[in-house]
């Protein structure tokens, strides 16, 4: 017959060990319907991205440029039939809530057409539908034990979770995009400030110099 204390150390490595796999079961990430893409978007050029929706689906597009220009762009959704659902010009970040009223396949683009010589890097967030739920209520007949509440609670803890570190990770690139590009302009306006003072010098150097320097006369002789 096992000692008590043997057996109060097996109960309590099994519950470390049932957390630990409940854990990793939350975070593995489910079928949802979302996309998440960062990429680059040339000086006029425009990007554009498709999605197959069924009818009834709700749907949420949220965009925010990270870097470059004074961080805009164009964007325009629509529908398989080509008709505009959502239309702004530059624009630096928003977010737009729509319900597919037809099957088929919706576009949304990226423009940056407007601008000539500086790219853009934007970040974008779709999704389709909602999250399916983690304890499916299908063939139940029992509500949810205090456990599968739990768990319930934890997942979307850590959807909140994801969504906070995805937006301060946006917030700190571009506050890192900016901050470059501040030393940047600050390294060239040293430099140049340095190659102005340089000029002065030298100019006041041959100023002062020719206040001091010996003027020779010539005198010419007229005969008579």
């Known amino acids: 017959m096992p000692r008590p204390g043997a057996a109060q150390r097996w109960v309590a490595a099994a519950g470390r060990w049932s957390c630990r796999l409940l ?10 319907g979302a996309s998440e893409i960062t990429f680059e978007l040339p000086d ?7 999605e197959d929706i069924t009818q009834g689906t709700k749907c949420t597009l949220e965009f925010q440029v990270i870097t470059g220009g004074h961080y805009d762009v164009d964007c325009r959704l629509e529908d398989p039939d080509g008709n505009v659902l959502y239309k702004e010009m530059k624009k630096q970040y928003d977010s737009f809530t ?19 010589f500086t790219h853009k890097t934007v970040y974008f967030d779709f999704q389709v539908g909602e999250d399916p739920p983690l304890f499916p209520s ?43 590009d501040l030393n940047t302009r600050v390294a060239y ?22 206040f001091f320097s010996d003027k020779r006369t010539t005198t010419t002789r007229v005969g008579s």
């Open 23 to 32: 854990a990793l079961l939350l975070l593995v990430p489910g079928p949802g």
């Open 44 to 50: 006029n050029a425009k990007q554009c991205f498709y």
């Open 98 to 116: 729509f319900t597919a009223s037809k099957n088929g396949t919706y576009k949304f683009c990226f423009s940056n057409e407007f601008s000539t």
């Open 138 to 180: 299908e063939n139940r007949v029992s509500a949810l034990t205090q456990m599968e509440s739990a768990c319930v609670s934890i997942h979307e803890a850590l959807k909140s979770v994801i969504d906070y570190q995805t937006h301060f990770r946006l917030r700190e690139a571009q506050g890192r995009s900016r901050a470059e």
């Open 189 to 210: 306006w040293s430099v140049g400030e340095a190659l102005i003072l340089l000029v002065v010098s030298i100019g006041q150097v041959f100023l002062l110099k020719s």
